[in-house]
């Protein structure tokens, strides 16, 4: 089966997390059967429902192995297709449907460059742990981090991974992520008094409450020290009332702030510069999602950065920049870079991929899983 048809495949699978819709025994069928693999799928339970996982792996425990993270949920799809967006559709050039580019096209092309990889090597070079998870759109929770739970107890962690989300800019291969900043998200609810408009006192009011707590955070002076990754950066996401009329001052407004931040801030720090601006009695929530992390191994960056050399003759860039990966929870275990399709349709309407980019990635895919073992396994 070659990439193109695994991809569509791949597409036609309702995977809206935290629905499974077949997909993980699809693919488990194809790792077990044309990647020689044992596959288990391993369910665990969320607040959104039971989650679906499937790890695979091959070889042998005691040597080097290889290590490949990716999901098989994909967020629902939303108005305004111009096609199914749960069949694939060719046109110029490019596949269209939910998911292509985040990740089911990563996943089909990490899945076809193992199959052309086993063919080629001798069994004892193919040292495989792939952690396939159903639940990266919604937090991980009873996907990667119960799932990697489980590898810990069973002794089936990878010495290194690579994850297979997009990080392109315009070409397959231009754009290896070494980590991501960490991520929290804040919300802000801000109290007052209900009351006439006209006759109201300034102080009654929420919403500017709210808003004036929020100018305040926009124009903080962000520290810019961080030599690995992009400034930290603060994105008010939401700001709501339940009031519609235009006569009353409302008692109560709440806003979703997302901050993302590199190196040079610690949570404690973060909460402190929130907490500073509060003068007014607003209730803040903090969520960390994620701290910062990086890959400070030089090894496999460098051997991902041959392959790609190797196929495409061009040299890719490094950075720090990524959206939040289930790479955090592996970075505690082995070295993990990310490197996949170019990002530019993840999560919009009418999400593609240029057919192109997608064989490109299996080349390079099953470039530097040889390039990995035999770097591995020739000392
Ligand atoms: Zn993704």
């Not at 490197?339 to 593609?352: I, Y």
Request: hydrophobic content about 35%.
């Amino acid at each position: 089966m070659n990439v193109i048809e695994l991809c569509s495949n791949l597409v036609s699978f309702r995977s809206i997390t935290p629905n499974d819709d077949g997909i993980a025994e699809y693919v488990a069928n194809f790792l077990e059967t044309r990647c020689g693999c044992s596959c288990t799928i391993l369910e665990f339970q969320s607040e959104n429902g039971v989650v679906k996982n499937l790890f695979a792996s091959r070889g042998d425990n005691n040597k080097p192995s290889l290590g490949f993270i990716g999901h098989l949920d994909v967020v629902p799809p939303g108005d305004g297709w111009s096609s199914d967006p749960f069949c694939a559709v060719q046109r110029d050039g490019r596949m269209f449907g939910r998911g292509v580019c985040d990740m089911k096209g990563g996943v089909a092309a990490f899945c076809c460059a193992l199959e052309t990889f086993v063919k080629q090597a001798s069994n004892d070079k193919c040292n495989i742990r792939i952690f396939l998870t159903g639940d990266e759109e919604i937090g991980s929770v009873a996907g990667m981090q119960s799932l990697l739970k489980w590898a810990e107890q069973n002794g089936q962690l990878p010495s290194a991974c690579l994850v297979g989300e997009p990080t392109s800019i315009e070409v397959t291969g231009d754009r290896i992520y070494l980590g991501h900043r960490g991520s929290v998200n804040v919300n802000v609810v801000a109290m007052g008094k209900q009351n006439h408009v006209a006759t109201a006192p300034a102080s009654d009011n929420a919403l500017s409450k709210l808003c004036c707590y929020i100018s305040h955070l926009i124009q903080h002076d962000w520290r810019a020290n961080s030599t690995r990754f992009p400034n930290t950066k603060l994105e008010p996401t939401l700001l709501f009332n339940n009031n519609y009329a235009t006569n009353i001052i409302p008692d109560r407004a709440s806003a979703n702030i997302n901050v993302r931040f590199s190196d040079d801030y610690t949570p404690e720090e973060l909460q402190g510069i929130f907490n500073q601006y509060n003068n007014e009695s607003l209730k803040l929530n903090f969520d960390f999602c994620g701290l910062p992390y990086y890959c400070d191994d030089k090894i496999l960056p460098n051997i991902l950065a041959k392959s790609i050399e190797q196929v495409t003759q061009c040299k890719p860039v490094f950075s720090g920049g990524g959206g939040t990966s289930d790479g955090r929870f592996m970075i505690n275990h082995c070295p993990v870079i990310e490197f996949g399709l170019p990002d530019t349709t993840m999560h919009q309407k009418d999400e593609s991929i240029a057919i192109s980019d997608l064989q490109l990635l299996e080349k390079i895919y099953t470039c530097f899983i040889s390039n990995y073992f035999h770097e591995n396994y020739s000392k």
